[in-house]
């Protein structure tokens, strides 16, 4: 599931330290960005979370091969998404700069103007965070 969140850091008894449930690197997810009102936009992405030392220290945004009728367009919900600017100009947390503050996805909120590339960016981060996550735990 993706509800990879803070509340996955507990306190290490021997040290009073919190323990990560993320195991360190990069890790990768790839989805598509669909318009699901409209169909009227649809382009893929890749998502980069880096960990390090056990937080969510990095994460970066590229387009896939496939970038839809408009990719110009999509160039402005990406970006929307990823520094928090909406429509209305107002600048509010970014979905990368919440999931590095919360140290995971959940209670992260999407960016008006950019929801379904915001929702789609949530996800993907989810994934990459599991894929850390399990990697622990089969480390553990």
């Known amino acids: ?5 803070s509340s996955d850091l507990t ?3 021997g040290t009073d330290e919190p323990v990560s449930a993320y195991a360190d690197g990069t890790f ?4 598509w960005v669909i318009d699901s009102q ?9 998502v980069n ?3 390090s030392n056990g937080l969510i220290t990095d994460i970066s945004v590229s387009f896939g091969e496939d970038r839809s009728e408009d990719p110009e ?4 919900y990406i970006e929307y998404a990823l520094s928090g600017r909406t429509k209305s100009g107002k600048f509010l947390p970014g979905v990368p700069e919440q999931v590095k503050e919360k ?15 915001s929702r789609t ?15 622990k735990g089969s480390n553990a």
């Open 1 to 5: 599931s993706s509800d990879v969140c």
């Open 11 to 13: 306190e290490d008894p």
């Open 28 to 31: 990768t997810a790839s989805g």
């Open 38 to 46: 409209y169909a009227i936009f649809e382009y893929e992405i890749n």
């Open 49 to 51: 979370v880096t960990v």
């Open 73 to 76: 367009e999509n160039d402005y």
């Open 103 to 117: 140290q995971g996805i959940q209670g992260v909120d999407t960016v008006s103007g950019a929801t379904y590339t």
């Open 121 to 135: 960016l949530i996800q993907l981060i989810g994934e990459a965070l599991e894929a850390s996550a399990s990697l």
